[in-house]
């Protein structure tokens, strides 16, 4: 998780809920999809990874370079991430 400037006790109690919550959502997923017990929570943890990831390289906060040279190294985030997202899920799941 990306937080700052929080109280250690406010920061344990955003990343214990934080935890529950993936969990609770990976298990869902292993019932769905069939998958093996923890396959759920590691998938979600590394979309969660992959999403932070992408953010803090093409966010709104990121400085543009103005040159046309480094226009294919400036992808939008948003459809950076759906496609990021998309080819990650699809490889992971075929097992």
Not at 34 to 43: A, N, V
């Amino acid at each position: 998780m990306l937080e700052r400037n929080l109280e250690e006790s406010a920061l344990m109690d955003l990343k214990e809920f934080f935890m529950k919550r993936l969990a609770h959502g990976g298990r869902l997923l292993e019932e769905a999809l069939g998958l093996t017990e923890g396959r759920g929570i590691q998938l979600l943890t590394r979309s969660y990874a992959l999403t932070c990831g992408l953010w803090q390289a093409l966010g709104p906060d990121t400085k543009p370079i103005s040159s046309p040279d480094f226009a294919d190294l400036q992808p939008e985030f948003k459809e950076e991430l759906y496609e990021a997202l998309t080819e990650y899920w699809r490889g992971a799941l075929i097992e």
